[in-house]
């Protein structure tokens, strides 16, 4: 008899080169809550309208910034005019909301019939008067989160590459009223003092959509090591997107935003800092520690820091210890949530994930290999593009205690008694940073805690008689 060794490094493999997942054209769900002066219209069919009416659920008390643009037969036909009828539809939108940016969402149909969105926004915005950004974000060429990182590679262009013209009097009048506004209550020593709290550094500019309190929890993590952040693609408004030259460094929150990073290296001539994403308190750890060792500066208070986090969240570490996942891909997170389950105590059966980009998570791969030997645990199987009938066979041959899976999987693997959870609700929840630690830990841990109470309460027998009948 011979021992199975472990693999060493880890093993990648692509099985059927299609997408299992989530639309992309759903980025619109968090993007025009997140930039408050934009304004989206997404370019398909009825499917298409049918999909975000129901991923997005019904605004009853206020009207969303986006809408449909329904191609019809006359336009699949190439019997209208897509210019003429753009048009219309966007000096409707300025009429009605008059926003400062408009997004063109490209679908699947528009990518089909060939419409040169590209081409015609140009023209259109000179017309209205209203910038126009074009994002592909069909299901064709992107997974499910990357609809998020072509509207911010679009963005990526019409970010300011000097600063604004000088001020006028009203401006700076305003400017310094909100300064003051933000200084209320504070001494004069303690205003100069938050200034003198920043070291001497190149300028770095963050990019990823992230809620408002998420952004505010990690500029603070970075201010206390003495890094200003110069700011955040995008902004709240797409008036204020920040400057950026060359030679600024840039650093991505999420994993999904391949495309932005390329954009920004190469056409805007950054320098991007590869390192792990902030999701969990060791991935918030490694991202705080690579901006801190490519500007030269030692980090102070991470250990302390993180040791804190890892003791308050103990009560649900404690539940999945020693206990199995299985990731069937969806969201493009897989290899950053593997790689802090990890670290809690699970072992990674498999990692399923869409599409990868290794240049891009190639510290976040380094850090769930090393953090798989510091726990004693296998390195995982890491499957793109995964089949999911052979992923569902791997499932019931290797009986994981968690599922992470799509929608559309959850509740047949319910069904066979295997507990499944959402991999969309990570996308929206708020995960990053040591302060929503717990977040995800709830989340991961809840399906656990509902079976067990469940079969404590004796309700998992009569589910499975009813099943039966």
Partial sequence: MTIAQQPEALNFECETGNYHTFCPISCVAWLYQKIEDSFFLVIGTKTCGYFLQNAMGVMIFAEPRY????LEEGDISAQLNDYEELKRLCLQIKRDRNPSVIVWIGTCTTEIIKTDLEGLAPKLESDIGIPIVVARANGLDYAFTQGEDTVLAAMAHRCPSVAPAAETETEKSDRNAIQKLLNFGKKKEEV?????????HPPLVLFGSLPDPV???????LKKQGIRVSGWLPAKRFTELPVIEEGYYVAGVNPFLSRTATTLMR??????????????????RAWVEKICSVFGITPKGLDEREAQIWES????VKLIRGKSVFFMGDNLLEISQARFLVRCGMTVQEIGIPYMDKRYQAAELALLEKTCHEMGVPLPRIVEKPDNYNQLQRIYESKPDLVITGMAHANPLEARGIN???????????IHGFTNTRDILELVTRPLRRNTNLQDMGWDKLVKEEAKI
């Fill in 313 to 316: 969240v103990e009560d649900y």
């Fill in 420 to 430: 499944t959870k959402w991999s969309v609700e990570f996308t929206f929840a708020q």
């Fill in 192 to 200: 100069i003092k938050d200034e003198s709290e920043y070291v001497d």
């Fill in 215 to 221: 952004v505010t929890q990690l500029t603070l993590e």
């Fill in 267 to 284: 056409r805007r001539k950054c320098k991007l800092i590869g390192a792990p994403f902030p999701i969990g308190p060791d991935g918030t």
């Fill in 67 to 70: 809408a449909m643009a329904e």
